[in-house]
């Protein structure tokens, strides 16, 4: 049986197709992530497969319970971690952990003994009696994680796990996520494309409310991607040969002050060789390993972040 | 037991809140002292009074244009000859009491005995009496040329009464106090909501009673300490609570208790706190129709009839009935009345909340 699954699944607002139609199977303990941009229908899918929102067709289910007929059952299994790290700030991590804990029928021993396993993974026992709202975004995070987790649940969600978080604070956090791997379903929901290419089993690209890419990180540079990239330091590089490249070449744009050329079938040497009788003095010249931004400006024609 | 825990979490949500809770339990001070002030040091205008005349004799004739004469009363017309037709007057609401000069009253005064003269009003507006027996005691003291004390039996309870304009206001003003707790309750629900933390919650197994239930539990101690400061800050000021006191408590806790109802409604249907402060627009002009601070007595039928709708103008008629010295037998429909509603308001936030669930 499978973890989630979902069969055309599609919700409309007011006439504004949000969600359109999504097919998903996630495995057991697999790690699955939604990449897709602000506004492509990552969190409106995860709402209903929480039970928050009603689809207006097709249907989901979660370790077999539909959604819509038995949001009950549903919501026993499963863990939740929204986008917005809300938390009761006036009360402290024990507190806000037993809240949730007991909501899902654990005992007083039982939320004791898995917040402070949870709080201790999380690195959070130090501040454990403070309240929450003196907190940093970080640790507001990973204590909504542990929130999540409280009830041991076999289908986690994660909406936007790292959002606004410093660099460290969202390596801290994929580390723990990272942990669940295997142990947990985990649905997480990004639109940072290093946190879906370090973290995920298997990747859905999302875009305007479809999944119009599916597959683990490497499947999905490799078999979709046909072009090959290199990325070249120059100095000299003039309008005429810039004109002469693009036309030559599918994708021509500049990255940190660096030349990016992509291709189907490029050729490294006939790239070097051409800048060199141009007059272009090549400092460096390297081939770019594809990522899941190219695949997913090539499949839908625009950057993640646009 | 989920509810108990949501309860538990909101209970700690506002007694960490120290605006909150200083807005909660400052306001029954605060609305006590200020009215109970006012009613202390108020000055009335004329007090329009009703004068059976059963002696109809030329002494007890001048000592009605003698009244007449005084600055704080204004006779109404016609003098009743008969006590049963004002006394059918006054139990139609036609007027708000009278003043009864037996028969033989100047035989007594030319005979120099004991002249008794009668107070008789209704008892929703005690005041009335206390405020006019010493009135006609001076009155008749300098007309008739006797020292006091002037025999003037008030026909009512109230004789223990300290202050009645304290006692005729204040149930009325707990009522209007506890009326906030409507958008207290509306407000913290509103609030969750719009912080996500209800959308968080909703990803639980609890069920909507839990949620209604674990909203409104923190407000009971809330409710129970606001009252007995309403009452303590009262008494201390002038309240005399003549009948029983528990009565009076039982009938506040119930108007709590719909207030809070009625803010789990209005929690469940807005969506951000901001919102949640409209329900003043309809909690001041119910307060105002439901007699919290004056007399709803010339109000016209068609408002009377809203207001006796709702549950507030039964808590202040009951409990002002309670406290000026009515027994239970006397208030037992408006406690009906409050039950029936605080049952109905928590069933419908019930059901608007198991609508919110789930967009």
């Not at chain 2, 033989?104 to 120099?112: E, M, Y």
Request: proline content about 4%.
């Amino acid at each position: 049986m499978n973890a989630v699954q979902t069969s055309k699944l599609t919700k409309e607002f007011d006439g504004l197709v949000a969600v359109n139609g999504i097919d998903l199977e996630i495995n057991q303990g697999e790690l699955f992530s939604l990449l897709g941009p602000n506004g492509a229908g990552k969190t409106t899918t995860i709402r209903m497969l929480c039970c928050l929102l009603k689809p207006t067709g097709g249907t989901a289910s979660i370790l077999g319970y539909d959604i819509a007929k038995e949001p009950f059952k549903v919501k026993k299994l499963i863990g939740v971690s929204p986008q917005d790290t809300v938390l009761s700030e006036r009360l402290n991590c024990w507190e806000n952990l037993a809240l949730i804990g007991k909501v899902h029928g654990l005992s007083s021993d039982e939320v004791k003994e898995r917040s402070k396993e949870l709080l201790e993974t999380m690195g959070l026992m130090e501040r454990a009696k403070d309240r929450v709202r003196k907190f940093s975004g970080g640790m507001k995070r990973r204590l909504s994680i542990a929130m999540a987790l409280i009830s041991d649940p076999q289908v986690l969600f994660l909406d936007e796990p790292t959002l606004g978080l410093d660099p460290q604070a969202r390596r801290t956090i994929w580390e723990y996520i990272a942990e669940l791997k295997g142990k947990k379903t985990t649905l997480l929901t990004t639109h940072y494309m290093e946190e879906a290419d370090f973290l995920s089993d298997r990747i859905g690209i999302i875009d305007e409310g479809r999944v119009v890419a599916l597959g683990t990180s490497q499947e999905l540079k490799t078999s979709l991607l046909e072009m090959r990239s290199m990325v070249v330091s120059t100095e000299n590089l003039t309008a005429e040969v810039m004109e002469d490249l693009r036309n030559k070449y599918s994708r021509l744009e500049m990255v940190k002050e660096k030349l990016r050329i992509s291709h189907k079938d490029l050729d490294f040497k006939e790239i070097v060789d051409y800048l060199h009788s141009r007059g272009v003095t090549v400092y460096s010249a390297a081939l770019d390993q594809p990522t899941l931004e190219d695949v997913f400006i090539q499949i839908t024609g625009k950057r993640l972040r646009d | 037991m989920k509810f108990w825990e949501i309860g538990k979490r909101n209970l700690k949500e506002i007694y960490r809140n120290p605006v909150l809770l200083g807005f909660l339990l400052g306001m029954p001070v605060a609305f006590m002292l200020v009215f109970c002030a006012a009613a202390g040091g108020g000055q009335a205008s004329p007090i329009a009074m009703s004068i059976v005349d059963e002696d109809r004799s030329q002494t007890s004739s001048a000592f009605i244009q003698y009244i007449g004469s005084v600055d704080a009363i204004e006779l109404n017309e016609p003098i009743y000859s008969e006590e049963s037709q004002a006394q059918e007057d006054l139990d139609e609401g036609k007027i708000s009491f009278y003043l009864l000069i037996p028969s033989g009253f100047q035989a007594a005064q030319q005979a120099q005995q004991t002249i008794n003269l009668e107070l008789a009003y209704k008892g929703a507006a005690p005041m009335i009496g206390l405020q006019l027996k010493p009135i006609i005691e001076a009155v008749g003291s300098e007309f008739l040329g006797v020292a006091p004390p002037f025999n003037v039996e008030l026909k009512g309870t109230e004789s223990k009464i300290k202050n009645p304009a304290v006692n005729f206001y204040a149930p009325g003003i707990v009522v209007f106090g506890l009326m906030i707790l409507i958008s207290t309750a509306a407000e913290i629900i509103a609030g969750d909501r719009e912080k996500g933390f209800l959308a968080r919650m909703f990803t639980t197994p609890a069920r909507p009673w839990d949620f209604i239930l674990g909203y409104s539990l923190p407000f009971i101690p809330v409710l129970i300490i606001s009252t007995l400061i309403y009452l303590g800050v009262g008494m201390a000021l002038g309240l005399t609570v003549v009948g029983n006191l528990g009565h009076a408590f039982l009938i506040f806790f119930l108007i709590g208790l719909c207030a809070i109802g009625i803010g789990m409604i209005v929690g469940s249907l807005v969506k951000s706190e901001s919102q949640a402060g409209v329900s003043w627009i309809f909690i001041v002009p119910i307060a105002m129709i439901s007699g919290t601070m004056f007399t709803v007595e010339y109000m016209p039928s068609a408002l009377r009839s809203v207001a006796g709708a709702l549950p507030f103008i039964h808590a202040v008629d009951a409990s002002r009935a309670v406290i000026n010295g009515s027994s239970f037998s006397a208030i037992i429909l408006d406690l009906y009345w409050l039950i029936g509603w605080a049952v109905v308001l928590f069933a419908v936030g019930i059901v608007l909340f198991r609508r919110t669930m789930v967009s």
